[in-house]
């Protein structure tokens, strides 16, 4: 299954951005975490339902910071965990202005069913796509 059809899927489950990039990193590191799951629901439609900042970036600081973030309080983080974090809030916020004129849940899709069944599937895909690429390329991943 590719991850368009794995995303769709995951909406299909009820499932929207901030579950589906867990779910997906869960997918790709083999592990379940239901609970992990479970919290990233406060990130779908804007952090809290908001319609403020879209689910896909906060999801994907959250993304990068599984791997790059300080695990415990005996370690640090990763010193590629600011650069990291700094490149995909900036590559997001560029996509999303140009491609939405914001990086808000309300200016991606409003309150249009529609837009988010339009929309949200590729921002979703692109955001996986993106924090991949950022940690592989760090060798990360």
């Given at each position: 299954?590719?991850?368009?059809?794995?995303?769709m899927?995951?909406?299909?489950?009820?499932?929207?951005?901030?579950?589906?990039?867990?779910?997906?990193?869960?997918?790709?590191?083999g592990?379940?975490?239901?609970?992990l799951?479970?919290?990233?629901?406060?990130?779908?439609?804007?952090?809290?339902?908001?319609g403020?900042?879209?689910?896909?970036?906060?999801?994907?600081?959250?993304?990068?910071?599984?791997?790059?973030?300080?695990?415990?309080?005996?370690?640090?983080?990763?010193?590629?965990?600011?650069?990291?974090?700094?490149?995909?809030?900036k590559?997001?916020?560029?996509?999303?202005?140009?491609?939405?004129?914001?990086?808000?849940?309300?200016?991606?899709?409003?309150?249009?069913?529609?837009?988010?069944?339009?929309?949200?599937?590729?921002?979703?895909?692109?955001?996986?796509?993106?924090?991949?690429?950022?940690?592989?390329?760090?060798?990360?991943?």
């Amino acid at each position: 299954m590719d991850l368009e059809e794995r995303i769709m899927e995951l909406s299909r489950y009820g499932y929207a951005c901030g579950q589906i990039l867990a779910i997906l990193l869960l997918d790709t590191v083999g592990e379940e975490n239901p609970k992990l799951t479970q919290c990233m629901q406060g990130l779908n439609g804007g952090i809290g339902g908001s319609g403020d900042v879209c689910g896909c970036m906060a999801a994907g600081a959250c993304l990068i910071s599984y791997f790059t973030g300080k695990p415990d309080e005996r370690s640090f983080e990763s010193a590629h965990h600011k650069a990291a974090l700094g490149d995909f809030t900036k590559w997001f916020t560029e996509e999303m202005e140009l491609e939405y004129m914001g990086i808000d849940c309300r200016d991606i899709v409003g309150t249009n069913p529609a837009k988010k069944v339009q929309y949200c599937p590729s921002i979703i895909a692109s955001t996986y796509k993106k924090c991949m690429e950022i940690l592989e390329s760090r060798g990360l991943l």
